[in-house]
């Protein structure tokens, strides 16, 4: 019973961990993109804050494998594809964080699951396109709504966790990622008030390879 007990408060003690850092690279991440591309927010803070998210990321990487290699991964290598590392910090955060997988991995192994890396890459190219096809042609408000959102790669997530690869909590640490990423825009912006299209469009917009694309 001890030892179940145990167990099961370690889990928790890990999925909290996996919440407050996912949180917090969602919300650094805005941050820097804000910094660079609106010019809210301070420079001088930004590339401190790449490396610390660059650490981070890699860390959660090595120590979490399969979800977090897979997400992050899909993350960078679309950031990469899409061209979208277009100032000093995001190329320091970069880096840093393949730096650090790299180096961690080789010391302690790395859990890179390929099916989940595709999923998470072709959910993210779906999106896009979707996204784009909603700006060019006149949907409806609901589709257009919906497409503007970006959901394919929610629904990806979901069909990895039914098809047994990532447990349920997972989406915890996702959706806090997503949370803090909008969150921090509606905070720099002070759009609380927004309308309910502006914000799902910045929901749309916290997607990895979404980040850094200007409006």
């Known amino acids: 019973m001890l030892e179940t007990i145990a167990g099961a408060g370690d889990a928790l003690l890990q999925i909290l961990l996996l919440i407050f850092s996912y949180a917090f690279l ?18 001088k803070a930004a590339k401190p804050l790449a ?15 399969g979800f977090s290699t897979a997400f992050f991964l899909a993350m960078l290598i679309s950031l ?23 180096v961690g991995g080789s010391v302690w192994g790395m859990d890179i699951m390929p099916l989940p890396l595709v999923v998470f890459i072709i959910a993210g190219i ?14 409806g408000r609901a589709a257009g709504l919906l497409l503007h959102y970006r ?16 447990e349920w909590t997972y989406l915890a640490p996702y959706f806090a990622f997503t949370l803090s990423y909008l969150l921090m825009g509606m905070r720099e912006e002070g759009q609380v008030g927004a309308s309910v ?15 850094g694309r200007r409006p």
């Open 197 to 211: 299209r502006s914000i799902i469009r910045k929901a749309g917009d916290l997607r990895p390879w979404a980040i």
């Open 80 to 102: 990469v594809i899409t061209k979208k590392i277009d100032n000093q910090s995001f190329m320091i955060g970069t880096m840093t964080g393949l730096a650090t997988f790299l």
């Open 51 to 65: 490396v610390v998210s660059g650490i981070l990321m890699g860390v959660v990487m090595v120590i979490d494998g």
């Open 151 to 166: 959901p394919f790669s929610d629904i990806a997530l979901v069909a990895l966790i039914v098809a047994a690869p990532f």
């Open 26 to 43: 969602g919300g650094t991440i805005k941050y820097i993109d804000q910094a660079y591309d609106e010019g809210i927010g301070s420079l």
């Open 126 to 139: 779906v999106d896009e396109l979707a996204d784009a096809l909603a700006h060019d042609r006149n949907l």
